[in-house]
């Protein structure tokens, strides 16, 4: 599945929080957006899923598959919505509801678009529990999100996001919030899965570290346009743009130097 | 470099076998409640001039032990010293001598400043509250151009600036009485990585200007890296290796050690 | 806080505007009806009764002759007092419980919290009546019943405050830069929890207006002696059939004197808020957008 982003701007309160972004992830790829808070990196994800808040204008096109995304009716959106797209959060205490025990939160994307029995659900959230790492899935899914810790929460999440086998992935800093050896765990779990049932990849992130060990291309965003884009070597090692520069350097005056 | 031929800089700071236990609510009358190790058995020290880095994961008991060496908490048991004297939580006025030398900085920008209270204000609080002598305004105004914003932000409240502003902000009041020693707690984990670089700067020019000792709580392992001269890693409640940043983060001996060292992303 | 630029904060908002205006009003009616009053509003004339609105009688005149605008105008004076002294039983109540609730000891803290859920739960009006039942109807019950009856509400709201702000950064570094207990609670707790009390507070006062117009609609309130606009309301509504006009006068005035407490508690709330108030020009890092905290970009 494919994703094509043209000339996409968003408005908010008159300000322009995305500008004529372009952006495109082919089928199958791994393409990460990578910006600092404020460059506009989230409301684009949202602006994909027809989630943008009250008050938005959003012009431009989006297409999935060449089926135009942007101004579809709501109705179209939220089918696609977990059956084809499916989304990872970053805040994994915010993520899921406090009063639903997890298996029903990972099968709800199942129920919500196929009529499935509640047990023939639960079988494939215990499957998709197992999938996703999860130790003990046929008793973890009866716990509720307080009583698991915060990488198994984002193990949740992903499992929810894949459930239903969609054809495209936005993961929206979906590691930020975690430990540091949890994200290197999901950051690998995203990628084993990924590989495995062929999904094309929106990794969203701000940290360049993170990005090159998921994504193959990616592109920069600065005030909610596009400054640079290219294969996440050739940023990481011959940046042109000077915000690309920036970041880079930055990340290495911060960043752990294993030589 | 030191020199060989002086003695080890005097011990500032000195934690001996810290553990705190807290006792959760009992489940039964009849048997006694859980409780939780937030800290066993810690030892730790920061010599004068020296920056110690404490490596941990959430709920390793990092927060708790700042507490604890800041007597914001009382341990349940083990010894803190500084500067030889003992540390432990008493009434503001007894404590002042220990609020003199130390200052610290929390980890998100948003809730540690009042939001009621305008930034020139919160940064001179710890001069009203330890009776410092001199001008309140003109400190406060020099503390704000050292960390590169303007006297005149004395004026404008917290919500007016951003993450890392505030840090600096933050960073400001932890120093403005002309402490001996600077504990951050996470000062940077809130921050964009542009704004984490300057900050880091900003923290380095600050140490070595101004003579400090730091005490930098972090699961960070990068930028404990570029600003700690030893380590400590918690796990759990319990210091598992210490020793020089580069011995521990290179050649680490723990297995716990070894799989932070080997989870970190690298730009390589 | 500069005392000018808060005032100025206030006024420039419509509620504001309209809450210290209207009670304003209010407060200067009540003053000047110790004094001096168009007409003597107990004066019955028969032979008047009923009239339509006039110059010599503004809201015209009731059932038993009485000027209508004079009798609106005297109940001013019992309209602030209890408003006024309602608002202070509330505060002592609520704050001397929320303080008891929030600083002592566990076994003090815990017991005070049970009290409090457990006044609560009766409603301001109940206590009232029953308080009317036991000692006879007055303005002191309508105001011990509306403070106590609020003051409880009051203290809940506080207690709960005062805990969330103790848990917060800006607290532990205060305690960090060597401010005592005390200190803390002067500086960083009380102006913090202040704009909740506030509203808390005009919403007392709003229904105390509203409990006394009640109970003295049912008898229970201010005696037959003392002007009451709800004494008022009660007399005229048992002609709306016959005479519809005239309960508007009474009605309006609880109706306005409510809102107006209602709004400038809001606006009060408001216009201390720093966080709605500017100094400067943006920013000087163009680059980064203010952004607030959960809120990503």
Same mark, same amino acid.
């Given at each position: 599945?494919?994703?094509?982003?043209?000339?996409?701007?968003?408005?908010?309160?008159?300000?322009?929080?995305?500008?004529?972004?372009?952006?495109?992830? /082919?089928?199958?790829?791994?393409?990460?957006?990578?910006?600092?808070?404020?460059?506009?990196?989230?409301?684009?994800?949202?602006?994909?899923?027809?989630?943008? /808040?009250?008050?938005?204008?959003?012009?431009?096109?989006?297409?999935?598959?060449?089926?135009? =995304? *942007?101004?579809? /009716?709501?109705?179209?959106?939220?089918? =696609?919505?977990?059956?084809?797209?499916?989304?990872?959060?970053?805040?994994?205490?915010?993520?899921?509801?406090? #009063?639903?025990?997890?298996?029903?939160?990972?099968?709800?994307? #199942?129920?919500?678009?196929?009529?499935?029995?509640?047990?023939?659900?639960?079988?494939?959230?215990?499957?998709?529990?197992?999938?996703?790492?999860?130790?003990?899935?046929?008793?973890?899914?009866?716990?509720?999100?307080?009583?698991?810790?915060?990488?198994?929460?984002?193990?949740?999440?992903?499992?929810?996001?894949?459930?239903?086998?969609?054809?495209?992935?936005?993961?929206?800093? /979906?590691?930020?919030?975690?430990?540091?050896?949890?994200?290197?765990?999901?950051?690998?779990?995203?990628?084993? *899965?990924?590989?495995?049932?062929?999904?094309?990849?929106?990794?969203?992130?701000?940290?360049?570290?993170? =990005?090159?060990?998921?994504?193959?291309?990616?592109?920069?965003?600065?005030?909610?346009?596009?400054?640079?884009?290219?294969?996440?070597?050739?940023?990481?090692?011959?940046?042109?743009?000077?915000?690309?520069?920036? =970041?880079?350097?930055?990340?290495?005056?911060?960043?752990?130097?294993?030589? | 470099?030191?020199?060989?031929?002086?003695?080890?800089?005097? %011990?500032?700071?000195?934690?001996?076998?810290?553990?705190?236990?807290?006792?959760?609510?009992?489940?039964?009358?009849?048997?006694?409640?859980?409780?939780?190790?937030?800290?066993?058995?810690?030892?730790?020290?920061?010599?004068?001039?020296?920056?110690?880095?404490?490596?941990?994961?959430?709920?390793?008991?990092?927060?708790?032990?700042?507490?604890?060496?800041?007597?914001?908490?009382?341990?349940?048991?083990?010894?803190?010293?500084?500067?030889?004297?003992?540390?432990?939580?008493? $009434?503001?006025?007894?404590?002042?001598?220990?609020?003199?030398?130390?200052?610290?900085?929390?980890?998100?920008?948003?809730?540690?400043?009042?939001?009621?209270?305008?930034?020139?204000?919160?940064?001179?609080?710890?001069?009203?509250?330890?009776?410092?002598?001199?001008?309140?305004?003109?400190?406060?105004?020099?503390?704000?151009?050292?960390?590169?914003?303007?006297?005149?932000?004395?004026?404008?409240?917290?919500?007016?600036?951003?993450?890392?502003?505030?840090?600096?902000?933050?960073?400001?009041?932890?120093?403005?009485?002309?402490?001996?020693?600077?504990?951050?707690?996470? %000062?940077?984990?809130?921050?964009?990585?542009?704004?984490?670089?300057?900050?880091?700067?900003?923290?380095?020019?600050?140490?070595?200007?101004?003579?400090?000792?730091?005490?930098?709580?972090?699961?960070?392992?990068?930028?404990?890296?570029?600003?700690?001269? $030893?380590?400590?890693?918690?796990?759990?409640? $319990?210091?598992?290796?210490?020793?020089?940043?580069?011995?521990?983060?290179?050649?680490?001996?723990?297995?716990?050690?070894?799989?932070?060292?080997?989870?970190? %992303?690298?730009?390589? | 806080?500069?005392?000018?630029?808060?005032?100025?904060?206030?006024?420039?908002?419509?509620? !504001?505007?309209?809450?210290?205006?209207?009670?304003?009003?209010?407060?200067?009616?009540?003053?000047?009806?110790?004094?001096?009053?168009?007409?003597?509003?107990?004066?019955?004339?028969?032979?008047?009764?009923?009239?339509?609105?006039?110059?010599?009688?503004?809201?015209?005149?009731?059932?038993?002759?009485?000027?209508?605008?004079?009798?609106?105008?005297?109940?001013?004076?019992?309209?602030?007092?209890?408003?006024?002294?309602? !608002?202070?039983?509330?505060?002592?109540?609520?704050?001397?419980?929320?303080?008891?609730?929030?600083?002592?000891?566990?076994?003090?803290?815990?017991?005070?919290?049970?009290?409090?859920?457990?006044?609560?739960?009766?409603?301001?009006?109940?206590?009232?009546?029953?308080?009317?039942?036991?000692?006879?109807?007055?303005?002191?019950?309508?105001?011990?019943?509306?403070?106590?009856?609020? !003051?409880?509400?009051?203290?809940?709201?506080?207690?709960?405050?005062?805990?969330?702000?103790?848990?917060?950064?800006?607290?532990?570094?205060?305690?960090?830069?060597?401010?005592?207990?005390?200190?803390?609670?002067?500086?960083?707790?009380?102006?913090?929890?202040?704009?909740?009390?506030?509203?808390?507070?005009?919403?007392?006062?709003?229904?105390?207006?509203?409990?006394?117009?009640?109970?003295?609609?049912? !008898?229970?309130?201010?005696?037959?002696?003392?002007?009451?606009?709800?004494?008022?309301?009660?007399?005229?509504?048992?002609?709306?059939?016959?005479?519809?006009?005239?309960?508007?006068?009474?009605?309006?005035?609880?109706?306005?004197?409510?809102?107006?407490?209602?709004?400038?508690?809001?606006?009060?709330?408001?216009?201390?808020?720093?966080?709605?108030?500017?100094?400067?020009?943006?920013?000087?890092?163009?680059?980064?957008?203010?952004?607030?905290?959960?809120?990503?970009?």
């Amino acid at each position: 599945m494919s994703l094509v982003i043209d000339d996409l701007t968003v408005t908010i309160a008159g300000r322009r929080v995305v500008d004529g972004l372009s952006l495109e992830v /082919p089928d199958g790829a791994r393409v990460g957006l990578i910006g600092e808070s404020g460059s506009g990196k989230s409301m684009t994800t949202l602006a994909v899923l027809g989630l943008l /808040p009250d008050g938005a204008q959003a012009t431009g096109s989006i297409r999935l598959d060449g089926h135009e =995304l *942007l101004g579809a /009716p709501e109705r179209e959106l939220a089918d =696609l919505r977990g059956r084809v797209v499916g989304t990872v959060f970053q805040d994994p205490r915010t993520a899921l509801d406090p #009063v639903v025990p997890v298996g029903r939160q990972i099968a709800e994307p #199942v129920r919500l678009h196929a009529r499935v029995s509640r047990r023939d659900a639960r079988v494939r959230a215990v499957a998709a529990a197992a999938e996703v790492g999860l130790p003990d899935p046929e008793t973890i899914v009866d716990l509720y999100p307080h009583q698991l810790s915060g990488g198994q929460r984002q193990r949740v999440g992903i499992a929810m996001a894949l459930i239903n086998r969609p054809g495209l992935v936005l993961a929206d800093e /979906p590691t930020t919030a975690l430990d540091v050896t949890t994200q290197a765990e999901v950051l690998a779990l995203f990628q084993r *899965l990924v590989d495995e049932q062929r999904t094309s990849l929106l990794f969203v992130t701000h940290d360049l570290a993170v =990005l090159a060990r998921i994504a193959d291309h990616a592109a920069v965003l600065a005030h909610g346009r596009v400054v640079e884009r290219g294969p996440v070597e050739q940023l990481l090692h011959r940046p042109e743009h000077a915000v690309t520069r920036g =970041l880079v350097e930055a990340t290495r005056a911060t960043t752990w130097r294993a030589s | 470099m030191s020199d060989p031929t002086t003695a080890p800089a005097p %011990p500032l700071l000195v934690a001996r076998g810290l553990t705190r236990t807290f006792a959760l609510p009992r489940r039964s009358p009849f048997q006694p409640g859980p409780v939780r190790h937030a800290l066993v058995d810690a030892d730790l020290e920061v010599a004068a001039g020296e920056s110690v880095a404490l490596i941990g994961e959430s709920g390793s008991g990092k927060s708790t032990l700042v507490r604890l060496l800041l007597a914001l908490d009382r341990a349940t048991s083990g010894t803190v010293t500084f500067d030889g004297r003992p540390v432990a939580p008493d $009434r503001a006025s007894r404590l002042r001598w220990l609020r003199r030398q130390t200052g610290i900085v929390l980890q998100d920008p948003y809730s540690s400043l009042d939001p009621r209270m305008r930034v020139g204000d919160t940064i001179a609080e710890p001069l009203r509250a330890l009776g410092v002598d001199g001008d309140h305004r003109r400190m406060t105004a020099e503390m704000l151009e050292r960390v590169g914003l303007s006297a005149g932000d004395a004026e404008a409240w917290p919500h007016e600036f951003s993450g890392g502003q505030r840090q600096r902000i933050a960073l400001a009041r932890a120093l403005v009485h002309g402490p001996r020693l600077l504990i951050g707690d996470e %000062p940077m984990s809130a921050l964009d990585v542009t704004v984490r670089a300057q900050i880091l700067d900003l923290l380095r020019e600050l140490r070595d200007d101004l003579g400090l000792s730091l005490l930098l709580v972090s699961h960070d392992i990068g930028l404990v890296q570029h600003l700690a001269d $030893r380590v400590a890693v918690l796990r759990e409640g $319990r210091i598992v290796e210490q020793g020089p940043t580069d011995d521990v983060l290179r050649r680490p001996q723990h297995p716990y050690t070894r799989s932070l060292v080997d989870s970190v %992303p690298t730009l390589d | 806080m500069r005392r000018g630029s808060f005032a100025r904060e206030l006024l420039r908002r419509p509620q !504001g505007a309209f809450g210290v205006g209207w009670l304003a009003l209010v407060v200067v009616a009540a003053v000047v009806s110790r004094f001096w009053i168009p007409l003597d509003p107990f004066d019955t004339d028969p032979y008047s009764a009923w009239l339509t609105p006039s110059l010599a009688h503004p809201f015209g005149t009731d059932s038993v002759g009485r000027d209508i605008f004079s009798y609106v105008f005297a109940a001013t004076g019992t309209t602030v007092v209890v408003a006024v002294a309602s !608002g202070v039983v509330a505060t002592v109540v609520g704050v001397g419980l929320a303080a008891l609730g929030s600083l002592t000891a566990r076994w003090v803290r815990e017991s005070v919290a049970v009290l409090i859920d457990v006044l609560v739960a009766f409603p301001t009006l109940l206590i009232a009546m029953a308080l009317a039942a036991a000692f006879g109807g007055s303005l002191t019950v309508v105001v011990v019943a509306v403070g106590i009856g609020y !003051g409880v509400t009051i203290a809940r709201v506080s207690r709960s405050e005062i805990r969330q702000v103790a848990r917060t950064d800006y607290v532990l570094a205060a305690r960090a830069d060597g401010l005592g207990t005390a200190s803390v609670l002067r500086r960083h707790v009380l102006p913090n929890i202040a704009p909740v009390f506030v509203v808390q507070l005009s919403l007392s006062m709003a229904t105390s207006v509203l409990a006394e117009a009640g109970l003295s609609f049912l !008898g229970y309130g201010a005696p037959a002696d003392t002007a009451s606009w709800g004494r008022l309301l009660s007399d005229l509504q048992k002609f709306i059939g016959v005479h519809p006009g005239s309960v508007v006068w009474p009605g309006l005035a609880i109706t306005l004197t409510v809102l107006a407490l209602n709004l400038l508690g809001d606006a009060v709330r408001d216009a201390s808020d720093p966080r709605l108030r500017t100094t400067r020009r943006p920013t000087t890092d163009t680059h980064r957008l203010p952004t607030t905290p959960g809120v990503v970009s």
